[in-house]
């Protein structure tokens, strides 16, 4: 854990990154950046007129550097700019709901932003947006969407379930919560903190008890 945005970069940024992939981090008092990482050093966004967006494809100059390559980035270029002119559009403070509909937006469908399969595509190409979420620091609520957006996102408090696990003292954080949405379908993940919660989903959409464990 940092305490502050240039400390939670430092971290990232200290030449013995595992992975080639990108990262956005925010804090409360309106400060964010999207760092952008390969294996030895990292690019960093930093908003403009507090927007900031990324998809899948690097932004920032210099990136990706020797040996690594850029590939297939055309849908991720439009779906990226795409973002940052509807979240632009936006008349006044942007808000959950803005947000929300920015990731269900289907421009450039199939390779949209909620993305769905295009049956077209051989099976092993058939790409899909798997789940969504949407963080607000200052309620500290968390809008998660399981599936693909479009057909909804749930509201938890992840910082409540760990208080509650806390306090019935699991050192494995261990935590039971009924959850009720209106997705259809079998079991889905969030991952908090180090923990993989399992929330599972009946063909009629009744949510069951689910818990959590250490993963």
């Known amino acids: 854990d940092s305490d502050n945005l240039g400390a939670a970069i430092d971290a990232i940024n200290d030449g013995k990154n595992g992975a080639v992939n990108n990262i956005m981090i925010a804090q409360r008092d309106n400060e964010a950046a999207d760092v952008e990482m390969d294996s030895d050093c990292c690019g960093i966004l930093y ?4 927007i ?9 100059i210099g990136h990706p550097r020797y040996p690594y390559l850029d590939k297939g980035k055309g849908n991720s270029f439009v779906r990226h ?6 979240l632009r559009m936006i008349e006044g403070k942007i808000s959950i709901d803005d947000i929300k509909r920015v990731f269900s937006d289907h421009g450039n469908s199939p390779q949209c932003i909620c993305r769905h399969a295009d049956k077209l595509k051989p099976e092993d190409e058939q790409l899909e947006t798997v789940f969504s979420f949407v ?10 969407a399981p599936k693909r957006p479009c ?4 509201t938890i408090r992840p910082f409540d379930l760990l208080k509650e696990s806390e306090l019935r003292g699991c050192d494995l954080h ?6 009720y949405s209106t997705y259809d379908g079998s079991a889905c993940g969030i991952w908090i903190s180090g923990m993989r919660r399992i929330n599972s989903f009946d063909s009629a959409g009744r949510g069951r008890q689910y818990s959590c464990s250490r993963q």
């Open 81 to 86: 700019n795409r973002s940052d002119k509807l």
């Open 52 to 60: 900031l967006t990324h998809a899948n494809h690097y932004v920032s």
């Open 151 to 154: 057909e909804g996102l749930l």
């Open 47 to 50: 908003p403009t007129d507090s």
């Open 174 to 179: 261990v935590a039971f919560k009924t959850i």
């Open 135 to 144: 963080c607000n620091l200052t309620t500290l609520e968390m809008h998660f």
